[in-house]
């Protein structure tokens, strides 16, 4: 693997750009719409100090510069993944490992109908930085480092993905497990569930004449009715999961993972998170007062992405769903009227 190419300008796409390219002397190019922000010297800052410089290859707007990469890997929101896939797919090479940073926002089931089937994909179950950009095209921050990581890989052979899941452990320094299939890492009752769940309790019934008077805390402000919620869209998210090849302890109940036993403990378990707090749900102010702010991607991305694949499998393979149901369509209706 001595190419890579890193598909996005965000903040992940800046860490893992100069990250790899700084530390681990492999050539990387950057694909991005904005080629003449970004410098060829890029400075990664890091939680211990130890800052580094990384020289990234080539920088473009032209999807051909993936043509020549071993592993391509898309460090993108959800809502952009699927152009990005079609920009690339005339462009990449058979045996090229194309992959997202990120795989609950829809990329497997993106470029498995996009990409050709002799090009193996990939993805992380969770972001291996905690990432800021700092200066676009010059600097970011590492803000935090997760000590392991899963991924998943298909279209490959046993074989091929051992010796992938080796490469991913050497590039990202962390000790790197290979999930069983592209549904442990594309289905997680984390934000597709999570940010919902807050949402459809703050605004269920909000429409474009209704003014609150102040910009609610995401967290710190959450409310029974939020915890509910989530424990039944959790609920029927493992209904779907039983129907799926996963592993049965892939992933913890909400309430597991929170330690919690009701709505009332996990509405004060989320609302004491020290990590959490000083978080403001997306909303605008105008003379009138305060509403919700349906671009932001908490309504793109975690409605359009996150739980329209969860909605989509299962009714596919028949599942009834009826809260699923009734948050994302209220959600995407929403969402939507947010994109104009």
């Known amino acids: 693997m001595n190419r890579i190419c890193i598909c996005g300008g965000g903040s992940l796409g800046h860490v893992t750009a100069g990250y790899i390219a700084a530390k681990k002397g ?41 043509s020549d990469a071993d592993i391509v890997l898309l460090c993108l ?16 090479k058979p045996g090229t490992f194309v992959g997202s940073i990120f795989s609950s926002t829809g990329f497997f089931f993106e470029a498995i109908e996009i990409l050709p089937a002799d090009v193996p994909l990939w993805g992380f179950q969770r972001v291996p930085f905690i990432a800021r950009t700092q200066e676009y095209g010059h600097s970011a921050n590492i803000l935090g480092y997760k000590p392991t990581y899963n991924i998943a890989a298909v279209r490959c052979s046993d074989e091929e993905r051992e010796n992938f899941r080796r490469t991913v452990e050497y590039l990202f ?10 549904y442990e890492a594309s289905f997680t009752n984390s934000n597709p569930i999570l940010h919902p769940s807050r949402l459809y ?12 008077d102040h910009q609610f805390l995401f967290y710190e402000e959450w409310n029974d009715a939020a915890s509910q919620l989530l424990i039944e869209l959790d609920k029927e998210f493992f209904g779907i999961l039983a129907k799926l090849p996963v592993a049965s302890d892939y992933l913890p109940t909400i309430l597991d993972y929170y330690e919690s036993h009701d709505a009332q403990s996990l509405t004060r378990k989320i609302c004491s998170i020290e990590g959490f707090k000083g978080i403001k749900t997306p909303m605008i102010e105008s003379d009138k007062g305060w509403q919700p702010d349906l671009s932001s991607r ?9 739980l329209r694949y969860i909605y989509e499998t299962a009714h596919k393979l028949g599942i009834a769903t009826p809260t699923i149901d009734r948050v994302y369509n209220w959600g995407c209706e929403l969402a939507r009227k947010g994109r104009g």
């Open 201 to 212: 309790s703050l605004f269920a019934d909000w429409n474009e004449n209704v003014f609150y």
């Open 173 to 182: 320094d962390a000790p790197t497990r290979m999930l069983n299939s592209h």
């Open 298 to 306: 908490y309504f793109r991305e975690d409605f359009l992405c996150g």
């Open 77 to 92: 929101p959800g809502y952009a993944i699927k152009d990005e896939l079609l920009r690339i797919a005339p462009h990449i």
């Open 26 to 66: 492999v050539a990387v190019d950057i694909l991005t719409r904005n080629p003449g922000k970004w410098s060829h010297r890029l400075t990664i800052n890091t939680p211990d100090g130890k800052d580094f410089t990384a020289c990234i290859s080539r920088i473009s707007d032209n999807a051909a510069i993936a």
